[in-house]
């Protein structure tokens, strides 16, 4: 079930980065799809607002970051390929693991997707201050939002991790999978 809501927030993040950033074509989103005008009622007249184009805009670099330590850590590069390969559509897709990445490397893009997979995942100190202080937007999905702790606080975000992040998962970070408990995301229905 957690595979499942995972992959319709990260559907869901690709069709909301899509719209902010304005990736993706300058169509007229509202204009049909079948080929035809617009029809405009007769009664119209010259002096109506007139139907507007988005301006043309090049495809931003999306940037998804995962998590690779743990017993999970295929899961973390599995779901940041999922993410990655839907994201592909509205541009070019950088993958790179968590911890590799380095100072100011999110304004190099034109957003960024966090993959959470493992509990307690190390989290690199330069990549929480970017998020906190950057101007890039950044999707937080999944685990460790939490280790932004007082930095949310002190910026004035009114946002306490913690109360939904550390309880639930605290048990696949202190056990590793097996057949008889396998990760949650790789659990099949009976």
């Given amino acids: 079930m957690r595979r499942v809501t995972a992959m319709a927030a ?20 509202l204009a049909p799809t079948d080929g035809t005008s617009a029809v405009v009622p007769a009664s119209a007249s010259a002096s109506a607002t007139p139907t507007t184009t988005l301006p043309e805009r090049a ?3 999306m940037l998804v970051l995962y998590d690779t330590s743990g017993a999970w850590s295929t899961v973390g590069q599995t779901d940041a390929i999922l993410s990655a390969n839907l994201l592909g559509h509205f541009g070019p897709v950088t993958r790179l693991p968590i911890g590799e990445y380095t100072a100011g490397m999110a304004a190099s893009f034109g957003g960024v997707l966090y993959v959470g997979t493992t509990f307690d995942e ?6 929480l201050d970017d998020v ?13 939002i939490w280790q932004l702790g007082d930095r949310l606080t ?4 009114g946002f ?11 048990r696949c970070a202190t056990r590793a999978p097996s057949s008889t408990a396998p990760h949650p995301a790789t659990r099949t229905r009976s």
């Fill in 160 to 170: 306490t991790p913690g109360l939904l992040d550390a309880p639930r998962w605290s």
């Fill in 59 to 61: 495809a931003l670099p």
């Fill in 10 to 29: 990260v559907g869901a993040v690709a069709v909301v980065a899509a719209v902010v950033l304005g990736v993706g074509g300058g169509a007229d989103p």
């Fill in 122 to 127: 190390p989290i690199p100190t330069v990549f």
């Fill in 154 to 157: 002190a910026g004035g975000y």
């Fill in 132 to 144: 906190v202080g950057g101007s890039t937007p950044i999707v937080w999905a999944g685990l460790n």
